[in-house]
């Protein structure tokens, strides 16, 4: 299951103001770390990010607008951070919460050339490439108001992506704030950063149609889960996948191929 990033503002009562339109009359809680838990260094974790639930969420300025055809959301987190211990609770949308302080960026791109998959390993080079276009926002939690310039040293908190402009949030504004971190570690208190759900969250129609598309067109070649999951490496959401194998092949195991009436189910589906 993936993380979901929120900002850290909490309502007097203690729930989680991100998911105030996603948990309807439920609680929002974020759950506690155990006592004497520590904050570790400062790791880099990359994912994408659905630009309607963001949007929702309010964790960005630059997902603020309704996404458009061929648009892809991702956010990085270069934090220290631990991770609470899973807690299910009726009441509470909140299953597990990550708990730290750093940075935070996040790119809206759209991509032009439908040829190539976007991705977050490619982003630099499609956008220098002229083959998507991007914009990125910078944010701090946990660090204080004078933290962000001296992180960032002259580049724009917002702005239109390029590939020198990558590059340098991917490494000096990363070396930049693991050193403010260790430098002022025991002057920081974490900070409720992202969390792990207990209900589903509406993804964006776009990306969810493009694995949709992917899955059935892996059950129509006789694709076992396993095997279409590899083949998806991380473009696709495995949630989605599954979801489809489980609606063409009810029961079907990981690494069973499906059965002639999934696939002929398939090709019809295909047209």
Request: proline letters at 5%; charged letters at 20%; zero cysteines.
């Amino acid at each position: 299951m993936n993380w979901i990033p929120i900002n850290s503002l909490i309502t007097d009562d203690g729930d989680l103001v991100s998911l105030a339109a996603l948990r309807g009359t439920l609680r929002a809680q974020p759950i506690q770390l155990d006592a004497g838990t520590t904050i570790g260094n400062v790791r880099v974790s990359r994912q994408d990010l659905s630009i309607s639930v963001a949007g929702k969420l309010g964790v960005g300025s630059i997902f603020a607008t309704s996404v458009q055809g061929n648009e892809f959301g991702f956010w990085l987190d270069a934090m220290a951070s631990a991770d609470s211990a899973p807690v299910s609770k009726p009441e509470n949308i909140v299953s597990q919460a990550r708990w730290g302080y750093g940075l935070r960026i996040l790119f809206r791109a759209r991509q032009l050339d439908t040829s190539v998959k976007l991705n977050f390993a490619i982003l630099g080079a499609a956008v220098e490439l002229g083959l998507a276009t991007a914009s990125y926002e910078v944010q701090t939690i946990g660090l204080g108001p004078t933290a962000l310039g001296a992180i960032l040293d002259g580049i724009s908190q917002f702005g239109t992506l390029r590939g020198d402009t990558y590059h340098d949030l991917n490494t000096s504004v990363i070396n930049n704030i693991s050193k403010l971190i260790k430098d002022h570690a025991d002057e920081l208190a974490p900070r409720p950063i992202a969390v792990q759900l207990r209900i589903p969250v509406e993804q964006d129609p776009i990306p969810k149609a493009h694995t949709e598309l992917f899955a059935v067109r892996r059950i129509r070649g006789g694709m076992s889960i396993r095997d279409a999951l590899i083949r998806a490496a991380g473009n696709y959401d495995e949630n989605v996948i599954r979801a489809v194998y489980r609606k063409f092949a009810p029961g079907l195991q990981d690494t069973q191929t499906p059965p002639e009436s999934a696939k002929e189910k398939a090709k019809q589906w295909l047209g």
